[in-house]
């Protein structure tokens, strides 16, 4: 049994719910967009979260899990294989969706900096907001998680219908894409897929 929870929800009653809910989230993307988000029976599950096309802002699959330490080692392969950029949270500069200063007050384990200058060859990363309430996301997981960005493109991925249309604070240029993406450490993965 597993403690996963869907946050945009109250928390189901069991677990054949909360399964039944991440295939469904999971199906309304094209494979290439989510295969890299593994069976929730895999290892234990915090938490996921979703928005899908009703507000007119990003729409996103996030995931938190744990495994085993053989697990782990193949999901870090698979990262390592797969990962078009690689950046720590510790970094001066990440290219945040929806980066708000007030997210990473003095109360939060976070202090990521949205930059003013971007390298032109910097790729989106969520801003991982969906971590803060997930008790096995510490400030040692933020000192010392790599993230690996799998993919990320600008253009429309969705449906004109369901694109952003409050925009997600990108620079020109990064109107609408995608970002997908894994933040690894120790025994803990946080899987991102966000659409604007």
Same mark, same amino acid.
């Given at each position: 049994?597993?403690?996963?929870?869907?946050?945009?929800?109250?928390?189901?009653?069991?677990?054949?719910?909360?399964?039944?809910?991440?295939?469904?989230?999971?199906?309304?993307?094209?494979?290439?967009?989510?295969?890299?988000?593994?069976?929730?029976?895999?290892? #234990?599950? /915090?938490?996921?979260?979703?928005? !899908?096309?009703?507000? %007119?802002? @990003?729409?996103?699959?996030?995931? &938190?899990?744990? $495994?085993?330490?053989?697990?782990?080692?193949?999901?870090?392969?698979?990262?390592?294989?797969?990962?078009?950029?690689?950046?720590?949270?510790?970094?001066?500069?990440?290219?945040?969706?929806?980066?708000?200063?007030?997210?990473? #007050?003095? /109360?939060?384990?976070?202090?990521? !900096?949205?930059?003013? %200058?971007? @390298?032109?060859?910097?790729?989106? &990363?969520?801003? $991982?907001?969906?971590?803060?309430?997930?008790?096995?996301?510490?400030?040692?997981?933020?000192?010392?998680?790599?993230?690996?960005?799998?993919?990320?493109?600008?253009?429309?991925?969705?449906?004109?219908?369901?694109?952003?249309?409050?925009?997600?604070?990108?620079?020109?240029?990064?109107?609408?894409?995608?970002?997908?993406?894994?933040?690894?450490?120790?025994?803990?993965?946080?899987?991102?897929?966000?659409?604007?």
């Amino acid at each position: 049994m597993t403690s996963c929870y869907n946050i945009n929800k109250p928390k189901p009653t069991n677990y054949e719910e909360i399964k039944k809910s991440y295939k469904e989230h999971l199906s309304l993307y094209e494979k290439n967009l989510t295969s890299h988000f593994p069976d929730i029976d895999s290892g #234990e599950c /915090n938490q996921f979260s979703v928005n !899908n096309a009703d507000t %007119k802002a @990003s729409n996103f699959i996030n995931l &938190v899990m744990s $495994f085993s330490d053989k697990k782990i080692k193949d999901i870090e392969t698979y990262a390592n294989k797969y990962a078009i950029k690689k950046y720590h949270f510790t970094d001066n500069c990440l290219m945040l969706l929806n980066y708000s200063p007030e997210i990473y #007050e003095n /109360n939060s384990i976070f202090k990521l !900096n949205m930059c003013q %200058k971007l @390298s032109p060859d910097m790729l989106p &990363v969520s801003n $991982f907001v969906f971590c803060e309430d997930v008790s096995i996301i510490s400030k040692k997981y933020i000192k010392r998680a790599t993230i690996y960005v799998l993919g990320a493109e600008k253009g429309k991925f969705l449906s004109d219908d369901t694109l952003s249309t409050n925009g997600v604070g990108l620079p020109e240029g990064w109107e609408h894409g995608y970002t997908r993406g894994m933040a690894i450490y120790s025994n803990t993965v946080v899987y991102w897929l966000e659409l604007w």
